[in-house]
């Protein structure tokens, strides 16, 4: 079975400030990697993907994403975060089953 | 190029009723996917529909079915309603080359009481 766990429910930061938002998956196979955002009463946009070689992936809107396979991580990194970056973000993972796994979400509140 | 969209965008039904929600997939896409997402949750995959047969399925009970016609648009179906079953239904599609990169409409969001 595999899993999804975002740590964090909630990340304030100020505006300008860095961020990292943090996933942990679990799977005994090999997966594919997302992260994807939702902004209030909207559905979910992709922010970036990892499937396969470099483990560091840039996204829109500045963000990116570094694959560790050692510590089953994939942490949401962004340096500078706007007040527009106010949204929750979706840690997910699918399987060679074409099972999507989504974590909990981790709403990020920047702050001016 | 028009994206995935929901219909309709909000629903209220009564506990044992059924409910049809609709979904078209963005053009050029031939694989449609379903999840439940439950308020202060993440979206639960529910099943996906690739080429009108069913692809690949979460752990949601009979009573949750689905439908893809050959246009690719699709339907998800729930008997028996729940109130539990309250949540926002959103669809997902994607192509044979972006298989993994999906593309999210922006949900249904059903009331049941």
């Known amino acids: 079975a595999q899993s999804v766990t975002q740590l964090d429910s909630q990340v304030p930061v100020f505006e300008e400030a860095p961020v990292e938002l943090r996933c942990n998956y679990s799977s005994s196979v090999s997966v594919y990697l997302f992260w994807y955002v939702q902004y209030p009463n909207q559905g979910l946009q992709l922010l970036l993907k990892?499937?396969?070689?470099?483990?560091l992936v840039k996204g829109i809107n500045g963000f990116e994403a570094e694959f560790n396979k050692s510590q089953t991580s994939f942490h949401l990194r962004k340096p500078s975060v706007h007040i527009s970056d106010t949204a929750e973000y979706f840690c997910a993972v699918i399987n060679n089953f074409n099972k999507f796994y989504f974590g909990s979400g981790t709403k990020l509140n920047v702050k001016p | 190029e028009t994206g995935v969209t929901q219909s309709p965008t909000h629903l209220i039904k009564t506990r044992g009723q059924q409910v049809t929600l609709r979904c078209s997939s963005q053009?050029?896409?031939?694989?449609v996917s379903w999840y439940q997402q439950a308020l202060g949750q993440g979206p639960q995959f529910i099943f996906q529909?690739?080429?009108?047969?069913?692809?690949g399925r979460g752990n949601f009970p009979p009573r949750f079915s689905g439908l893809q016609f050959p246009n690719y648009s699709s339907e998800l179906n729930v008997n028996a309603l729940e109130l539990d079953d309250s949540a926002l239904y959103l669809c997902?599609?994607?192509?044979?080359?972006?298989?993994?990169?999906?593309?999210f409409g922006p949900g249904t969001r059903l009331t049941v009481t």
């Open positions: 529909y690739y080429r009108e047969e069913e692809n």
């Open positions: 997902a599609s994607s192509s044979d080359r972006g298989r993994y990169e999906q593309y």
């Open positions: 053009s050029g896409h031939n694989t």
């Open positions: 990892y499937l396969s070689g470099s483990t």
